[in-house]
């Protein structure tokens, strides 16, 4: 798919609350869910667990990453609809620029997985938004224990290929993170 396709299927998915797979060449897997916010440079969408058939937590994906976009056919989109399952968009994040949207993501879910996917040790880091430059992001990072690293982690945002947030995962961190706030030495 060209560009101008993949934003033309990206546009009907939001606008006909369409569940779809979405196809990044570099990560080799496709994301199930529904569109529920569009810009130029980035896409929202309310992701599907295929595991428990829920809606679970919001990714955010460079367009310009994605290589392709299709429908979903198989019976999940009806499973969901008759379970009760709608995708709830996010009105209040700022999809124009990255900026825009950690910005605007830090009120509403206080901690975000941040991943530099196309860097060779770009990895995952789960924090919270600590400071925000011209170039970079700085975050406070969560280890997997739910502890605050002692340092602070700056991202570029060239670099920054994904975003998400308020999953399940996420949100456990947090209420482990809150709850402790142990640091790590």
């Not at 998915?13 to 529920?36: K, M, N, P, Q």
């Not at 941040?114 to 938004?129: A, D």
């Amino acid at each position: 798919m060209n560009d101008t396709d993949i934003v033309k299927e990206l546009e009907r998915a939001l606008s006909h609350e369409t569940l779809v797979s979405v196809t990044r060449e570099f990560d080799g897997r496709s994301w199930r869910g529904y569109v529920v916010g569009l810009e130029n440079e980035w896409v929202l969408m309310h992701m599907l667990s295929g595991a428990t058939m829920k809606l679970n937590g919001y990714t955010a994906l460079r367009v310009k990453d994605i290589t392709k976009v299709v429908d979903d056919h198989s019976f999940a989109p009806t499973a969901l609809r008759l379970m009760g399952e709608r995708p709830r968009p996010q009105l209040d994040l700022l999809l124009l620029d990255l900026p825009g949207l950690l910005s605007s993501a830090s009120p509403i879910f206080p901690l975000m997985a941040i991943f530099r996917e196309k860097l060779p040790n770009g990895g995952c880091y789960i924090g919270k938004v600590r400071e925000m430059k011209p170039k970079k992001v700085e975050i406070t990072a969560v280890n997997r224990g739910g502890e605050w690293m002692g340092e602070a982690y700056k991202f570029r945002y060239k670099d920054i290929t994904r975003i998400d947030l308020g999953d399940g995962y996420l949100e456990a961190l947090w209420v482990v993170a809150r709850h402790t706030r142990r640091e790590v030495k």
